[in-house]
């Protein structure tokens, strides 16, 4: 809805309450555009004769927005990545590939599995870099 279609509405509400001292309030069809924005104004038309089928009172803006279908999800964007995700998803994509090539060497691929075996850290790194499977150069920090 916009505020060509708020007038619209107005003008539809005095042919149901003509002379009804809402329509002279500025402020209330401020609010019926805040409210009801996010509808499309064919669905609040419909909301507006649908209510008065069963009532002759001015609506409250809510009983027209319940009337209407509920507005269209705005499209989710991915947000772009920033450093900190390329660093991780790099990161990722290194630790899938050299967790792979540690077990088929036969090694500890994680440090939690090294102490299970009794190793210390300096001695699961140096077997670790002895059958080449530490971590190469980080290229991905830079």
């Known amino acids: 809805m916009t505020k060509d279609d708020i007038e619209k509405l107005w003008a539809l509400l005095a ?4 002379n ?35 009532k002759k009172f001015w609506p409250d803006v809510t009983d027209i927005a319940v009337l209407c279908p509920p507005p269209p999800e705005p499209p989710r964007t991915a947000a772009p990545k920033g450093k900190p995700d390329l660093i991780l998803e ?18 500890p691929a994680t440090w939690s599995e090294a102490q299970a075996k009794g190793l210390t850290y300096r001695r699961w790194w140096e077997l670790l870099e002895a059958h080449g499977v530490g971590f190469p150069e980080l290229e991905v920090l830079t």
């Open 15 to 18: 042919l149901y309450r003509p």
């Open 90 to 107: 790099g990161l990722r994509g290194l630790w899938e590939k050299i967790l792979p090539q540690r077990k088929a060497a036969g090694l």
């Open 20 to 54: 009804d001292r809402h329509l002279q309030d500025e402020k209330l069809k401020s609010l019926w555009l805040l409210t009801l924005e996010p509808y499309a104004p064919a669905d609040v038309k419909a909301a507006v004769a649908g209510y008065f089928r069963e």
